[in-house]
T-cell receptor, first 111, second 116 residues
Framework: LAKTTQPISMDSYEGQEVNITCSHNNIATNDYITWYQQFPSQGPRFIIQGYKTKVTNEVASLFIPADRKSSTLSLPRVSLSDTAVYYCLVGDRVGANNLFFGTGTRLTVIP | NAGVTQTPKFQVLKTGQSMTLQCAQDMNHEYMSWYRQDPGMGLRLIHYSVGAGITDQGEVPNGYNVSRSTTEDFPLRLLSAAPSQTSVYFC???????????????FGPGTRLTVL
């Protein structure tokens, strides 16, 4: 199972774009990259998922280079409400049991 | 839809007591999982189920039992509570993504358990 490495914490000012990078050097051919967001005292919430190149939705963008050994979650113009822990997961489609949450990146948005 | 619900929200136990954490989902999802989250840590998988009558162990199964008699419910039982089981417990459900890729997991609000 692919392991992931993320920065432990990041600070950003309101209105800035935030990029959180995740390393997954041992990613397998069938693995996808998924990001979850967790607010204090809540369960994680799905943000975005991708396999290669770029994926964009109403919340974020996910950039995946050709070698897929890393990925970058991009949050445009963050607000105070984006303060949360962000988890990068790598796994394939076989069930819900093979996605491992690491310690995540604690993003703090500063006014 | 209520999504994934968990009860109770908070619980305090004494060492050696047993209890059941309840989890229910109304999305007709096949897969359900239990995670624990310790302070400052990520989530660790305890047990999971890929359908009614089928369960399997995750990363940290010791001290916990599960059963899945219906699609909707997936209770987690602590047989003899220990202080090391003090944690926040999250239940999640998901369905296979027809378009490929891992399932999107939907998490409940969590149960905060303290074992004295």
């Amino acid at each position: 199972l692919a392991k992931t490495t993320q920065p432990i914490s990041m600070d950003s000012y309101e209105g800035q774009e935030v990029n959180i990078t995740c390393s997954h050097n041992n990613i397998a051919t069938n693995d996808y990259i998924t990001w979850y967001q967790q607010f204090p005292s809540q369960g994680p919430r799905f943000i975005i998922q991708g396999y290669k190149t770029k994926v964009t939705n109403e919340v974020a963008s996910l950039f995946i280079p050709a070698d897929r050994k890393s990925s970058t979650l991009s949050l445009p113009r963050v607000s105070l409400s984006d303060t949360a822990v962000y988890y990068c997961l790598v796994g394939d489609r076989v069930g819900a049991n093979n996605l491992f949450f690491g310690t995540g990146t604690r993003l703090t948005v500063i006014p | 839809n209520a999504g994934v619900t968990q009860t109770p929200k908070f619980q305090v136990l004494k060492t050696g007591q047993s209890m059941t954490l309840q989890c229910a989902q109304d999305m007709n999802h096949e897969y359900m999982s239990w995670y624990r989250q310790d302070p400052g840590m990520g989530l660790r998988l305890i047990h999971y189920s890929v359908g009614a009558g089928i369960t399997d162990q995750g990363e940290v199964p010791n001290g916990y039992n599960v059963s899945r008699s219906t699609t909707e419910d997936f209770p987690l039982r602590l047989l003899s509570a220990a202080p090391s089981q003090t944690s926040v417990y999250f239940c999640a459900s998901s369905s296979p993504e027809l378009a490929g890729g891992p399932d999107t997991q939907y998490f409940g609000p969590g149960t905060r358990l303290t074992v004295l």
